[in-house]
Nanobody, 125 residues
Framework: QVQLVESGGGLVQAGGSLRLSCAAS????????VGWFRQAPGKQRELVAA???????DYADSVKGRFTISRDNAKNTVDLQMNSLKPEDTAVYYC???????????????????WGQGTQVIVSS
């Protein structure tokens, strides 16, 4: 069992930065693929960034070069540093963990077993 709690969302002006944090409980977290997803009103949920158990990362094209995902297995946390934010980054951001999936399936949200409650990010123009 894994429980995920996101924090760090808020309101920021375009060009600004935010750092989201996902804190997990459960011993399987360190062996899980972790993804940050987002969902904007009227749009489908999409993967923003994912990180493997060994630290391999993957990003959506729309955030490459602006967002950085990182994990600290000792602390059971995964962070998402978001720089150069744009109004189109506005969404609810969710942390998710896939405990029994393969890296090549990282973009499939159905493969993630556990989800946080989400944190709102609003980027004003």
């Amino acid at each position: 069992q894994v429980q995920l709690v996101e924090s760090g969302g808020g309101l920021v002006q375009a060009g600004g930065s935010l750092r989201l944090s996902c804190a997990a409980s459960g011993r399987t977290f360190s062996r899980s693929i972790v993804g940050w997803f987002r969902q904007a009103p009227g749009k489908q949920r999409e993967l923003v960034a994912a990180i493997s158990t060994g630290g391999i990362t993957d990003y959506a094209d729309s955030v490459k070069g602006r967002f950085t995902i990182s994990r600290d297995n000792a602390k059971n946390t995964v962070d998402l540093q978001m720089n150069s934010l744009k109004p189109e980054d506005t969404a609810v951001y969710y942390c998710a963990a896939a405990t029994a999936s393969s890296w090549y399936l990282r973009r499939a949200d159905s493969k993630y077993d556990y989800w946080g409650q989400g944190t709102q990010v609003i980027v004003s123009s």
